[in-house]
């Protein structure tokens, strides 16, 4: 795998989490839910920031234009978020159904969604930099 690879996904990852920071600062009201909200942020974050990675290394060995990479990265990115936000919403609802009770537990996850959005927008030239460069020979690449 590509070093630089890691490194975007890691400078993602870190924004990501600060923009989610600011976002869900008017929660700052209630200190214990915030302090909550950014731990469960954390935790929950570690494993959509390994499918990021694995996402933007499989991406980056498709033989398809940079353009298309990146919206592919995007939608995947929102998938992953939207898997790892609602499995931290429903770990902090003790397993309730969190959709349909529980609406302080989707404005977090909604709030974790917005920010990974966001981060990757504003990060695109840098993203589409590494998607544009194989990460192996051509031999090891993919095609569509």
Same mark, same amino acid.
């Given at each position: 795998?590509?070093?630089?690879? $890691? =490194?975007?996904?890691?400078?993602? &990852? /870190?924004? %990501?989490? !600060? ?8 929660? @700052?009201f ?19 920031? $390994? =499918?990021?990675?694995?996402?933007? &290394? /499989?991406l %980056?060995? !498709?033989?398809?234009?940079s353009?298309?990479?990146?919206? @592919? ?28 009770n ?43």
């Open positions: 795998m590509n070093k630089e690879i $890691l =490194l975007k996904s890691i400078g993602t &990852w /870190l924004r %990501s989490l !600060l923009t989610y920071a600011l976002i869900t600062l008017p929660s @700052l209630f200190p214990l839910m915030y302090i909550i909200s950014m731990g469960y942020a954390i935790i929950w974050s570690l494993p959509a920031l $390994l =499918l990021f990675v694995l996402m933007l &290394w /499989l %980056s060995m !498709l033989h398809v234009t353009e298309l990479k990146f919206y @592919l990265l995007l939608l995947s990115t929102v998938g992953i978020v939207f898997l790892c936000t609602w499995g931290a919403a429903w770990q902090f609802s003790g397993g309730q159904d969190v959709w349909d529980y609406l302080e537990f989707v404005l977090f996850p909604i709030a974790g969604m917005l920010a990974a959005v966001l981060v990757v927008l504003v990060r695109r030239q840098a993203l589409m930099e590494v998607l544009a460069t194989p990460s192996f020979s051509h031999h090891s690449s993919l095609s569509l």
